[in-house]
């Protein structure tokens, strides 16, 4: 993996995993004064991340009913359910509640990892192979696609061939659908894929075509790197910036959060 | 799917014995008031407060073919299909978390469609109970449009929005035949209180036709009256209420325990080899094997136990 590379080349850099590369890099894209609706795992973390750095005043919702918490170093929760999840918070609502402040508008940037997704930033947690007879049932949307329908959305997820794929096997949450107009005209007017961090650079939508391009490659990374992880023809722009490399600071931060590594192993 | 009758729901309610009464019973009693193909809503969501010691009873008793809806599916829903309790899960998301990855026995009765997963997103769930709940057949809202989950959901349609001409997403309403809910405490009448996340409990109890609640402990009705505002399920829904310690025992109940973390690990490893056996396995080891609920907690042993406990309640030290 290239994240290896990263590792062996620059050796006086920090040695971090693709866990909190991915991180590290998108809490890095999260402003203060946001409102996030989190999933659990990397989006958590990154949430919390930003949180402690440059965006003390992000506001954090969890589908579990939690509205601006401050989830505790060393007890993260399973998942965004569970009493750790309600630390510090200042409202908690009913499930249905704190997804209906997508609806209405309430929140900026919706946040998860995804298992597949393709070039429109359709993303897929439900089935491996055909619907009706999967290799693989996976859990499902939870909130996943309610989310990706109402909010913009960043996704964080590792820079796979089998991942990145010309079509999903399954729409579980809506990115772009087929491109151009066509979210809109499903009835979604609203939210869209924003941005996709991966272990291997940052990745963002056409403003037309709404198909998946480079805007960034993570120091060590080159196009053909980012290419040959892509299961299709991904556009690298000449001039594509680098992103610089995770601090001390933030891998600080990361590893007292998550001293176990339940998320960034 | 067909949504039952406005009035045949309004009669269900009529029938009900709705008056401020006693309705102290066993876990066994509880269980018998649910029939076998039943449509069974169960309270709480993923490790939270999940009904488990009234679906330990419910496997226990032999109960067959529920129709079974939850927000978010975990360990619970393994063995519901394990016991053949179930073989028909309708929820938006099924595993036992996402530190223990895919369940292995979701995935074993699923791919040989031994059981039916029916997958509807997290507002579909809610906004189904609340549709229920409020006694109208549907609730529109603005997701799982354009995506292959609205595909494959039985019963939900879209529309032109009358007044703006947008398309829009109706659910059906879910009425469940019985909803299963641990709360921390109530009184013998059925009135609930709630800490902590709510999750759709109270949607639930408001759509189902009957209720039966799980409680940590019964306070009396002069506790209740003394902060009414606190009362989250009212007894006029409620047909059955036990008293059980540690009832959501392996998975958390707000401020008092916390999962218990070593437990499920030992679940997710029996499970992951050979899901069919393991499942059984652990069937027998802590569901069938058990004299009573105070001999299923002896079993996860009192160490698990106080650790939960001192990690749940911790929330309120500082």
Redesign the interface.
């Known amino acids: 993996m290239t994240t290896e590379r990263a590792r062996v080349s620059l050796s006086v850099a920090p040695v971090y995993t693709g866990s909190e590369l991915l991180a590290v890099m998108s809490a890095r894209l999260l402003k203060d004064g946001q409102t996030v609706f989190a999933g659990?795992?990397i989006p958590l973390l990154a949430a919390i991340l930003a949180q402690k750095t440059h965006a003390p005043g992000l506001t954090i919702l969890f589908?579990?009913?939690?509205i601006g918490p401050f989830v505790e170093a060393g007890k993260l929760p399973?998942?965004t359910?569970?009493?750790?999840c309600?630390?510090r918070a200042n409202m908690?609502?009913?499930?249905?509640e704190v997804?209906?402040l997508?609806?209405r508008g309430y929140v900026d940037v919706g946040f998860m990892g995804g298992a597949q997704i393709d070039r429109f930033g359709n993303l897929?947690s439900?089935f491996i192979g055909d619907?009706e007879n999967?290799?693989?049932?996976?859990?499902?949307?939870?909130?996943?696609?309610?989310i990706a329908?109402?909010a913009d959305m960043i996704v964080a997820m590792k820079h796979e061939k089998r991942r990145f794929v010309e079509k999903v096997d399954?729409?579980?949450?809506?990115g772009f659908?087929d491109g151009g107009d066509?979210?809109a005209q499903?009835?979604?007017?609203a939210g869209g894929m924003f941005r996709v961090v991966t272990d291997l650079g940052i990745l963002g939508f056409e403003a037309e075509s709404r198909a998946m391009t480079v805007l960034a490659l993570h120091p060590g990374v080159s196009a053909d790197d980012i290419k040959a992880n892509t299961g299709f023809d991904l556009p690298v722009p000449d001039d594509v910036e680098v992103t610089q490399a995770p601090t001390m600071d933030e891998l600080a931060i990361l590893r007292e959060l998550d001293p176990e590594r339940?998320?960034t192993a | 799917m067909t949504i039952p009758s406005y009035l045949d729901l309004r009669s269900k309610t009529r029938a009900r014995d709705r008056s401020l009464r006693d309705k102290v019973m066993s876990l066994e009693e509880a269980a018998a008031l649910v029939a076998d193909g039943d449509s069974l809503a169960i309270g709480g969501c993923t490790a939270s407060r999940t009904p488990m010691a009234m679906i330990w009873a419910l496997i226990r008793a032999g109960r067959r073919d529920l129709e079974v809806s939850r927000s978010i599916v975990s360990t619970e829903g393994d063995l519901l299909y394990a016991s053949g309790v179930s073989r028909h899960i309708i929820t938006s998301w099924f595993s036992q978390g996402i530190v223990w990855g895919v369940s292995k026995v979701m995935r074993a009765y699923t791919e040989t469609k031994r059981a039916r997963f029916e997958e509807w997103s997290h507002m579909a769930m809610g906004l189904r109970y609340r549709a229920g709940a409020m006694g109208v057949p549907f609730m529109p809202m603005r997701s799982m449009l354009g995506s292959g989950v609205l595909d494959r959901a039985e019963g939900a349609k879209t529309m032109e929005c009358p007044f703006t001409g947008e398309t829009l997403l109706l659910v059906p309403a879910l009425n469940p035949e019985v909803a299963i809910i641990h709360v921390q405490r109530c009184d013998a009448y059925g009135n609930a209180r709630i800490d902590g996340l709510t999750f759709m409990d109270i949607d639930m109890a408001m759509a189902a036709n009957k209720v039966i609640l799980t409680t940590e402990r019964i306070v009396s009705n002069e506790q209740i009256r003394r902060h009414p505002d606190q009362t989250k399920i009212g007894f006029f829904t409620v047909d059955a209420v036990v008293e059980v310690p540690f009832g959501s025992a392996p998975h958390e109940c707000y401020g008092l325990y916390e999962p218990f973390y070593s437990h499920m690990d030992l679940y997710a490893q029996m499970t992951s080899k050979d899901p069919d056996a393991g499942a059984q396995a652990y069937l027998d080891r802590f569901y069938h094997g058990p004299k009573n609920w105070a001999d299923y907690l002896s079993r996860i042993g009192m160490a698990e136990l106080l650790d939960a406990q001192r990690r749940g309640s911790g929330i309120y030290d500082d």
């Open positions: 659990v795992g589908e579990g009913g939690v399973p998942s359910n569970e009493q750790r309600s630390r908690l609502v009913s499930i249905t997804l209906l997508l609806q897929n439900s619907a999967p290799k693989i049932r996976l859990p499902g949307t939870g909130g996943g696609n309610d329908s109402l399954f729409i579980t949450s809506p659908l066509t979210r499903a009835g979604l007017p339940l998320y």
